[in-house]
């Protein structure tokens, strides 16, 4: 989405540097700071909010989970988190404070685009249209109807796979964690029961794949180790950016 508004928050200069001269080259207006306070300021109080935060958690005036919080409290700007954390745990707990989505350095610059791309169209609008209904390729989810067809197919979903794909496609391209999932179908009494979304969601892989002739949605649900799952968004393969620290 060309001309769309970036604060990049990255403490290493050859890091910012490069990926501000890329993202420009791409067309977005690219704004930097250092700063988990400056970039806070940058969102609540700066005259022109930003389109996406692209957020280190490393920085050296506060944790990065810190500056997802603050935003959080008043904004819903998309935050895509670059780090080369790459404990479990700490990707968990940003996605569940707000995060939208997170990419470990290094990364691919198309990769990046991609991810970017996904969290914009997000921010324009629902994936469903007036009635709730969502196509991707060959699945058609329509949740007025309370039905679910591959091509002419019908699928036969419990509620609780209706429900985990509502949610998994109301959240196209963007991580959900395996928590969200179960606060989200089951309810807060099942935090801690992680077998339960893996048991649906192999079930629910299951069916859409014995429904779909044409194999377009063979690798719909990818699996984030550890974390939780998205509903596939294309990752082209391009130069790393090195992570310099």
Known sequence: MDGAR??????????????????THEGYDVVVTSSGQDAIRTVQEGPDEPDVVLLDLGLPDMDGLDVIRRIRRDAMTPIVILSARFAEREKVEALDRGADDFVTKPFGLEELHARLRVVLRRG???GGDADGRVVVGPLAFDARR??????EEAVDLTPREFELLRVLLGEQGRIVTKGKLLRAVW?????????????????????????????????????????GYRVRAPEPAAAAIEDKT
């Open 187 to 227: 309810g807060q009494a099942y935090q801690g029961e992680d077998s339960y979304v893996y048991v649906h969601v192999s079930q629910l892989r299951h069916k859409l794949a014995a429904a779909d002739r044409t194999g377009a949605l063979r690798d719909l649900i990818v699996t984030e180790p550890g974390i």
């Open 124 to 126: 324009a609008g629902p």
């Open 146 to 151: 309370h039905e679910v067809r591959v091509g």
């Open 6 to 23: 970036i604060l990049l928050v990255e403490d290493d200069p050859g890091i910012s540097a490069g990926l501000a001269r890329a993202l």
